[in-house]
């Protein structure tokens, strides 16, 4: 894996954004590949431009440095893998850097939130699934159960691109109250997404949220999910309204010869790493 995002590598003490990859892969249940996605996203982040139109600033020129890669054997429990993360991210945030994670399994993005809970954060889901399970296939830590975790450690957890659940996962947000926290496909309500959410948000981006057209490559594909402009008006509005202090990239499982997927997971970091460093550019 090569160690750059868009062709540098900044020293960590000058770096504002690190990325860290995790490459980890053990409870997806229909495609395989998401170990390969954080190599993907940065080899397709050499064919992002610096220049970011919206913002009309090189936002590269912040520093962003890559991590080396999380060590993790062949068949590692996700619970060890979460801590792992969790440890990390906890030391680059107070190292005062925006910690972003590129997974990998949606298990992996437990992590973050456990080491951001006490910053009285809100968590932004983007996704096709609930991932609301309180267990699969034997696992707490399971991909699917991403979501359930995350509630239980902090109280605002908007879900946005939902087109995938159980009833138990249904019955499981009826139970806490918090039915209206969870936004079907395209039917979102941004205003409603701001209410829910805190004044502090970890963002975290599972690839299938976008629709299958636009991202084939997932373990997990669903058809009537977000198009890129239903990401880019939901991300700009939380950065506009609140901070972003970390989010989190997973679920890429790339396909050969077909990089389309590969550089919406580049670019889509690349946004999201500019609306948390110039909310004031919004």
Same mark, same amino acid.
């Given at each position: 894996?090569?160690?750059?995002?868009?062709?540098?590598?900044?020293?960590?003490?000058?770096?504002?954004?690190?990325? #860290?990859?995790?490459? *980890?892969?053990?409870?997806?249940?229909?495609?395989?590949?998401?170990?390969?996605?954080?190599?993907?996203?940065?080899?397709?982040?050499?064919?992002?431009?610096?220049?970011? #139109?919206?913002?009309?600033?090189?936002?590269?020129?912040?520093?962003?440095?890559?991590?080396?890669?999380?060590?993790?054997?062949?068949?590692?429990?996700?619970?060890?893998?979460?801590?792992?993360?969790?440890?990390?991210?906890?030391?680059?945030?107070?190292?005062?850097?925006?910690?972003?994670? #590129?997974?990998?399994?949606?298990?992996?993005?437990?992590?973050?939130?456990?080491?951001?809970?006490?910053?009285?954060?809100?968590?932004?889901?983007?996704?096709?699934?609930?991932?609301?399970?309180?267990?699969?296939?034997?696992?707490? *830590?399971?991909?699917?159960? $991403?979501?359930?975790?995350?509630?239980?450690?902090?109280?605002?957890? $908007?879900?946005?691109? #939902?087109?995938? $659940?159980?009833?138990?996962?249904?019955?499981?947000?009826?139970?806490?109250?918090?039915?209206?926290?969870?936004?079907?496909?395209?039917?979102?309500?941004?205003?409603?997404?701001?209410?829910?959410?805190?004044?502090?948000?970890?963002?975290?981006?599972?690839?299938?949220?976008?629709?299958?057209?636009?991202?084939?490559?997932?373990?997990?594909?669903?058809?009537?999910?977000?198009?890129?402009?239903?990401?880019?008006?939901?991300?700009?509005?939380?950065?506009?309204?609140?901070?972003?202090?970390?989010?989190?990239?997973?679920?890429?499982?790339?396909?050969?010869?077909?990089?389309?997927?590969?550089?919406?997971?580049?670019?889509?970091? *690349?946004?999201?790493?500019?609306?948390?460093?110039?909310?004031?550019?919004?």
């Amino acid at each position: 894996m090569a160690l750059a995002f868009m062709e540098r590598n900044d020293a960590y003490a000058d770096a504002k954004v690190c990325i #860290i990859p995790v490459p *980890y892969e053990a409870t997806v249940c229909f495609r395989q590949g998401t170990k390969n996605g954080p190599a993907a996203l940065l080899r397709a982040s050499y064919e992002v431009e610096d220049y970011d #139109i919206e913002l009309e600033r090189e936002v590269i020129e912040e520093g962003f440095h890559v991590m080396e890669p999380l060590r993790i054997t062949d068949g590692e429990k996700p619970e060890n893998v979460v801590e792992a993360v969790r440890s990390i991210v906890s030391k680059v945030y107070k190292d005062d850097k925006i910690p972003v994670v #590129i997974g990998g399994e949606h298990s992996v993005s437990v992590g973050p939130v456990q080491a951001l809970k006490d910053e009285d954060i809100s968590v932004l889901h983007l996704d096709a699934h609930s991932d609301l399970r309180n267990e699969f296939e034997g696992s707490k *830590y399971s991909h699917a159960c $991403a979501a359930r975790r995350m509630r239980e450690l902090v109280d605002s957890v $908007a879900q946005v691109g #939902i087109r995938s $659940a159980t009833r138990e996962c249904m019955e499981y947000l009826d139970s806490i109250g918090k039915k209206d926290t969870m936004f079907f496909g395209r039917d979102y309500d941004i205003d409603e997404i701001l209410e829910i959410l805190g004044e502090r948000v970890y963002i975290t981006l599972d690839m299938d949220g976008f629709d299958s057209s636009l991202v084939p490559a997932v373990g997990t594909p669903q058809p009537g999910g977000l198009l890129w402009q239903d990401f880019m008006d939901i991300c700009k509005a939380v950065g506009k309204e609140k901070e972003i202090i970390g989010f989190d990239v997973v679920e890429l499982a790339p396909i050969n010869d077909n990089p389309a997927s590969d550089l919406v997971a580049a670019k889509a970091l *690349y946004k999201l790493a500019g609306f948390a460093l110039f909310p004031e550019e919004l």
